[in-house]
């Protein structure tokens, strides 16, 4: 990627309006409710930028550090790439924010091994209205996503949970079969259980990867997944 005269002026701006909103924010920082603020670094797929942008962003007073841009998220081989330069560069008692991240289970693996603690991701729940629902390595016919489409014909019958392993309301309540009916038929319930299921299942895949954590097993946990 050719390092442009406005890919740079685009970084100065980031920096410069970074130095605003910290000085603004202490001005308006009241004690009855803390406002967290967070630094985002910037730089596109260069390493020089991106490098500059993660010095010059930690060394402000931020309470968090993001780590933005387009590929972020949409491009995991060029987000660990990125993660790879910035990260050690990126004080470590503050919270590590990848924004983008949390499309497949597995590229939450791939962050949280850069040490990144905060993800935000629109796609679980837009492919849960698409009826992609995500399940555990021991589903094994799901794809390399970790999804499973439950419009197939093959859940036409099929009574099991979407993931047995599950303990979200939907899983405890309802079958394929009837989610499959549900999307097939187009009513509106079948896009509320599919995306209670995708929230519910990150949210534990995310305990389960604090936990292993905890005990040393993250390697462990991520070798069951990828
Ligand atoms: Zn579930």
Redesign the pocket.
Same mark, same amino acid.
């Given at each position: 990627m050719m390092l442009t005269k406005s890919t740079r002026e685009a970084l100065d701006r980031t920096h410069a309006w970074a130095k605003r909103s910290v000085k603004q924010h202490k001005k308006t920082e009241r004690n009855d409710y803390k406002q967290f603020l967070f630094g985002i670094v910037q730089g596109a797929q260069h390493k020089v930028l991106r490098e500059e942008s993660a010095r010059t962003i930690s060394a402000m007073d931020f309470d968090g550090i993001a780590i933005g841009g387009e590929s972020i998220g949409y491009n995991m081989e060029a987000t660990k790439e990125i993660l790879s330069w910035v990260m050690p560069l990126i004080p470590e008692d503050k919270p590590h924010y990848t924004m983008g991240v949390g499309y497949s289970p597995t590229d939450f693996f791939d962050v949280v091994e850069h040490g990144v603690d905060m993800f935000d991701c629109v796609a679980p729940t837009r492919i849960a209205r698409n009826g992609a629902l995500y399940v555990s390595p021991e589903v094994k016919e799901h794809d390399k996503k970790y999804t499973i489409t439950i419009t197939r014909a093959e859940y036409r019958e099929d009574k099991n949970? #979407?993931?047995p392993s &599950? +303990? &979200? %309301? +939907? &899983?405890?309540n309802y079958s394929r079969a009837y989610i499959h009916h549900l999307f097939r038929a187009g009513e509106m319930l079948g896009y509320r259980l599919a995306t #209670? %299921?995708n929230v %519910?299942?990150l949210l534990q895949l995310m305990r389960d990867m604090r936990n292993a954590i905890k005990e040393d097993k993250f390697l462990e946990m991520k070798k069951k997944w990828m």
């Open positions: 949970p #979407i993931d &599950c +303990t &979200c %309301h +939907t &899983c405890k #209670i %299921h %519910h299942f």
